[in-house]
């Protein structure tokens, strides 16, 4: 049992010590606590997506070889260029005074965020899992749980620093967009 724990614990931080920065600059843009909430449902759901598929794939039914696992890479790049679509058009509509509108869900950018940039995690959840008994898998599912929250956590408390919060704010036109399709390469070419 505390080999589960432990195994789930450095698996989990390993393979997500790289959102952090991700989850910040979401919780910077974010000023109501439904947005923030929504944050930690898709990035729960996100998580939970990747190890179902993690299971799946470590009980024998991997239909997505791992080597197409980094084509995961597009949905960031889509993001970063919708939201820098979006910023432009925004910026647009202000200088001809009209209403500025924010469409979009948090919790389905969240989601795809996650998911996209998961491909790391599969390649180390696989045979994680493939170890596992049920009893351990709950176990791990529980670590998984608890530390998405903390992650969260952790990220928006950094989001909420001020320093950190008015930079993110100020640039984040630029910031978003860079990290997103950033992100998107680097799972691309991985």
Sequence with gaps: MVNAIV????????????????LMILFA???????????????????????GLSILAAYGLSFVPTKYVKFLGIIPIILGIKTWYDYR???VEALEN??????GSMVVSTIALCFANGADNIGVYIPLFSRF???????????????????CLFAQKLSDLHMIKVFIQKYKHIIVPLVY????????IK
């Design 98 to 103: 009209a209403p500025i509108k924010k469409t």
């Design 29 to 51: 843009q974010v000023e109501k606590r439904s947005q923030k909430r929504d944050i930690i449902v898709g990035r729960i759901i996100g998580t939970f997506l990747l190890v």
């Design 181 to 188: 399709i950033g992100l998107g390469v680097l799972i691309l």
């Design 133 to 151: 008994t049920i009893m351990q898998m709950g176990i791990s599912l529980i670590v998984f749980l608890i530390m998405s929250f903390i992650w």
């Design 7 to 22: 195994s789930s614990f450095v698996s989990f931080i390993g393979t997500n010590i790289d959102d952090i920065l991700v």
């Design 89 to 91: 058009k925004d910026e």
